[in-house]
């Protein structure tokens, strides 16, 4: 079954969670009255590691950032290595901070 991926707005982070259980999550800060999201730390759990989790979850992160219209501040290495590899994604982050983040 493929795994669901959901915003935990309680804890500030989206979350994936497969049959196995929960396997890991995207911490976020809001800043600008929610128009911007500051991924800050994304964890996969070791047990999932290697199948290709962290993606799915930097994607469906990033596609309900751009849904809601708001931006991206990528200080997680990992979404910000994430966003570096699929291009398409680099709008959501302002121009004028692109720069900051090598982008």
Request: zero cysteines; a negative charge.
């Given at each position: 079954m493929e795994p669901?991926?959901?915003?935990?707005?309680?804890?500030?982070r989206f979350e994936i969670d497969t049959d196995a259980?929960?396997?890991?999550?995207?911490?976020?800060?809001?800043?600008?009255?929610?128009?911007t999201f500051a991924f800050v730390h994304t964890v996969?759990?070791?047990?999932?590691e290697?199948?290709?989790l962290g993606g799915k979850l930097a994607r469906a992160a990033l596609d309900a950032v751009?849904?809601?219209?708001?931006?991206?501040?990528?200080y997680c290495p990992f979404i910000r290595g994430w966003i570096a590899k699929h291009q398409e994604y680099?709008?959501?982050v302002p121009e004028e901070k692109r720069a900051a983040f090598d982008l």
């Open positions: 669901r991926i959901h915003d935990n707005t309680e804890q500030s259980g929960p396997a890991g999550f995207a911490e976020y800060q809001l800043r600008d009255e929610g128009r996969i759990d070791p047990a999932f290697g199948q290709g751009r849904d809601r219209g708001a931006h991206v501040l990528p680099v709008t959501l």
